[in-house]
């Protein structure tokens, strides 16, 4: 059974720094890129950031260019995110997706929550 | 980057009833586009991908169509466990983007 557990959400001051993990199982971790996406307290989805499977290849929203690094160390079978400099517009829930078929994300963990205020 | 214009914003229906959501790319995206299902407080669920093919596990009350910049997902007959907002994302290029939501509630 596919299972994706994001951890490391939580409060943070503006400005402040935080890193978040996915930790995969139920699949070849190795084989698949990876995102994260996020979700603002009662808004839509954001996607964020994908890496692809040997890291060769990654790519992140405007809003978190330049202060978001996304990683993975498959050897662990676990993805990060690490966040910096964060706003209050940070806040949110952060999920972690594998990409399937057709570009899809068909697994996504529970979600962590990350709140930026003072 | 690509927007995507999810119509209607909310619908309401009664169960049993035939739901057409759609979703327009501001430019081609091919078939590189799929259909999530969210409940609150849960993950998003993968409902289609490629546009038209039904995630293994889906019920085929679920279906969609179109390519290009027209997309739509049909739910044949709505039922009780159906109510959820209903997301499109482009998987063309980068960055992805998702629609803004389509809630669907109880008449």
């Known amino acids: 059974e596919v299972q994706l557990v994001e951890s490391g959400g939580g409060l943070v001051k503006p400005g402040g720094s935080l890193r978040l993990s996915c930790a995969a199982s139920?699949?070849?971790?190795?084989?698949?890129?990876m995102n994260w996406v996020r979700q603002a307290p009662g808004k839509g989805l954001e996607w964020v950031s994908s890496?692809?499977?040997?890291?060769?290849?990654?790519y992140y929203a405007d809003s978190v260019k330049g202060r978001f690094t996304i990683s993975r160390d498959n050897a662990k079978n676990s993805l990060y995110l690490q966040m910096n400099s964060l706003r209050a517009e940070d806040t949110a829930v952060y999920y972690c997706a594998r990409v399937g078929t057709g570009r899809s994300l068909d697994y996504w963990g529970q979600g962590t929550l990350v709140t930026v205020s003072s | 980057d690509i927007q995507m214009t999810q119509s209607p914003s909310s619908v309401s229906a009664s169960v049993g009833d035939r739901v057409t959501i759609t979703c327009r790319a501001s430019q081609g995206i091919s078939s590189w586009l799929a259909w999530y299902q969210q409940k609150p407080g849960k993950a998003p669920k993968l409902l289609i991908y490629?546009?038209?093919s039904l995630q293994s596990g889906v019920p085929s009350r679920f279906s969609g169509s179109g390519s290009g910049t027209d997309f739509t997902l049909t739910i044949s007959s709505l039922q009780p466990e159906d109510f959820a907002t209903y997301y499109c994302q482009q998987a063309n290029s980068f960055p992805r983007t998702f629609g803004g939501g389509t809630k669907v509630e109880i008449k």
């Open positions: 490629a546009a038209s």
């Open positions: 890496i692809s499977s040997s890291s060769s290849y990654i």
């Open positions: 139920g699949f070849t971790f190795s084989s698949y890129s």
